[in-house]
């Protein structure tokens, strides 16, 4: 075939295919210029999964009479005037490609009354072309009706999922818009029923009740980033990790009110949840990222659904931090306790309710260590075999093992971070596939969400696969594949029966120094206090110990001076 021009409605159905992939885009699209005029209404009324009717009324500024005809010209808009407008951009729509591109594939009607007219005017579109047109009578605003949607375009009807799937994917869109526009009336009518209706209060919590109902309304935290920094403004609410869900459809991001996907957004969430919520649950989030319009860009894909941040990592941090902290400012409750003297007084506590974990209890401190447990003050003098640090006490030599040593350092703070819920941990950019086998599938299986606790988070992944989505810090950077084997082993054959304790020593153990490995003085010096402050510096967590200490009359018995 020879180069030649396409004809243009074949440009108009290749290029409708980008922005209208099903019936929930038509809805998203309509929706999206009813906010854009200003609207406080929007009705949004669909029949047999939006596939036979979609009618969006809002109560807009409407279009001038003059303009209607050019609404349905392919980029035309008048939202962008000129290249700089489109690097500020503040409205959801700009590309002037929704309504040529729905009519591509529809039947089309509309009336529209503008601001300042007496009367409305009437369109009506078969084929993208405008087949009558007139005048008609409208309080302020725009209708649009799509009908027969596909009806020309049989592959993409051929695509379509159920009704009842198109009908979830449609009040989706609305849900979204409903949120993050809480000051306008949303309704949607599907088949006749009524399937949401927001009041358009303008407070937030109205619309969540509306779209999760009244029990996630209730446990919702507000967010506030104004002390934090001034750019970006992160404003929303997040679910307390009491309402959380098993997927990640509960999670709702908006950037300068655009709803928005963006998996990095859901990575900063679900971060910010960490050690709250068990494997596998996911929070609920309604979040609005302000920022000027500079700062990101809008214009990626022609569904305007993805957005491109000038820093991600600015933003990530910002909103990871954000929730964070509403989250443990919010789980910090006032308690009274009494105290020995039998006096009340107020005292802030943890709320210990809050992570499902056995044997935790805040108020239980560790026992001292007796003299004869503790260690003295060290001096290091140097590192024999790369495996021993050479230390100087108040009486004589001392012989540590730096893998032993190090060992029970990690072993006593991993058990201490883990009672205090405070395990540091390491997100992965992307999750990493972890095969196993069928023995150490069953394992893993009935502990992966016990391994939370100590900063795992997994879950099922299919067939003998998990997926890892973050680490304890510890061993982020070492072996920690072989280290979980190692752990599934050990579990399969039963030789551990505390396995709490079990998975605290392999993750000492494979988070320690080496033997072998060189120390600069300072990791030694650092090594060594760490040890002093130990409960039981005296063995590793295996039993073995960590030290030999030559007291200075065993050495001048060895030298034959007494
Ligand atoms: P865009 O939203 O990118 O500008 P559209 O094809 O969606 O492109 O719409 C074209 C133009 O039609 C808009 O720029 C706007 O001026 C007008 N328009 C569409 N829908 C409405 C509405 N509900 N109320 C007022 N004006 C509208
Ligand atoms: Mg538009």
Redesign the pocket.
């Given at each position: 075939m020879p180069i030649r021009a396409l004809d243009p409605k074949v440009v108009a159905r290749i290029a409708a295919g980008e922005v209208v992939e099903r019936p929930a885009s038509v809805v998203k699209?309509l929706v999206e210029?009813?906010l854009?005029?200003g609207s406080s209404q929007i009705s949004v009324e669909v029949k047999s999964g939006g596939v036979s009717l979609i009618r969006v009324t809002?109560n807009?500024?409407?279009?001038p009479s003059g303009e209607v005809g050019l609404?349905f010209d392919r980029y035309?808009?008048?939202?962008v005037a000129n290249l700089e407008d489109l690097e500020s951009i503040r409205s959801l729509?700009?590309?002037?490609?929704?309504?040529?591109s729905i009519a591509a594939v529809a039947e089309v009607d509309m009336v529209?009354c503008a601001t300042g007219e007496k009367a409305g005017v009437y369109l009506s579109l078969q084929d993208g072309v405008i087949s009558s047109q007139g005048s008609r009578g409208r309080s302020q605003g725009?209708t649009?009706t799509v009908n027969n949607l596909f009806r020309k375009v049989p592959a993409r009807l051929k695509f379509l999922k159920s009704v009842a799937t198109e009908n979830s994917h449609i009040v989706n869109v609305v849900s979204q818009y409903a949120l993050a526009f809480p000051e306008v009336k949303f309704s949607l009518l599907i088949d006749g029923r009524v399937a949401l209706r927001t009041p358009g209060s303008g407070r937030l919590i109205d619309s969540i009740a509306e779209v999760y109902g009244a029990e996630v309304a209730a446990n919702m935290i507000e967010l506030n980033n104004e002390a934090v920094a001034p750019s970006p403004r992160i404003s929303g609410m997040v679910g307390s990790p009491k309402v959380s869900r098993s997927g990640r459809g509960y999670l709702s991001f908006f950037v300068n009110r655009r709803w928005v996907n963006s998996r990095m957004l859901a990575r900063a969430v679900e971060e910010a949840y960490h050690g709250l919520l068990m494997v596998g649950r996911h929070p609920v989030a309604v979040i609005n990222i302000s920022l000027p319009s500079q700062e990101v860009d809008v214009n990626i894909h022609p569904a305007k659904s993805e957005v491109k941040f000038r820093s991600d990592s600015a933003i990530f941090g910002a909103v990871q931090r954000t929730v964070r902290r509403a989250l443990t400012e919010q789980v910090t409750v006032p308690r009274i306790m009494a105290a020995d003297t039998g006096a009340v007084f107020p005292t802030v506590l943890k709320e210990t309710t809050l992570l499902p974990y056995a044997g935790a209890s805040t108020a239980q401190t560790p026992p001292a260590p007796t003299p004869a447990m503790s260690l003295p003050v060290l001096r290091v003098l140097g590192q024999l075999d790369n495996s021993y640090i050479i230390a100087e006490g108040p009486d004589g030599l001392y012989l540590i093992d730096q893998h032993a040593a190090h060992e029970r350092i990690l072993f006593e703070k991993i058990r201490r971070q883990r009672s205090q819920r405070d395990i540091e941990i390491q997100g992965l950019l992307e999750p990493m596939p972890f095969e196993v086998s069928p023995r150490q599938e069953a394992i893993l299986k009935s502990r992966y969400r016990d391994l939370a606790e100590f900063g795992f988070a997994i879950e099922p992944f299919g067939d003998r696969t998990f997926l890892i989505r973050a680490l304890p810090a510890l061993i982020h950077d070492r072996d920690w594949a072989g280290m979980l084997r190692e752990l599934l082993d050990s579990l399969s054959s039963g030789d551990k029966s505390d396995w709490a304790e079990g998975v605290t020593i392999t993750m000492a153990c494979h988070g320690a120094v080496r033997a072998g490995q060189s120390l600069a003085d300072a990791e030694m010096r650092e090594l060594l206090r760490q040890l002093e402050q130990c409960d039981t510096p005296h063995t590793c967590p295996h039993g073995r110990p960590t030290m030999i200490h030559l007291s200075s009359s065993q050495l001048k018995r060895e030298f034959g001076r007494t």
């Open positions: 699209e210029n009813s854009d005029a809002d807009g500024s409407g279009i609404a035309a808009t008048s939202k729509g700009f590309r002037g490609e929704a309504l040529p529209s725009t649009v």
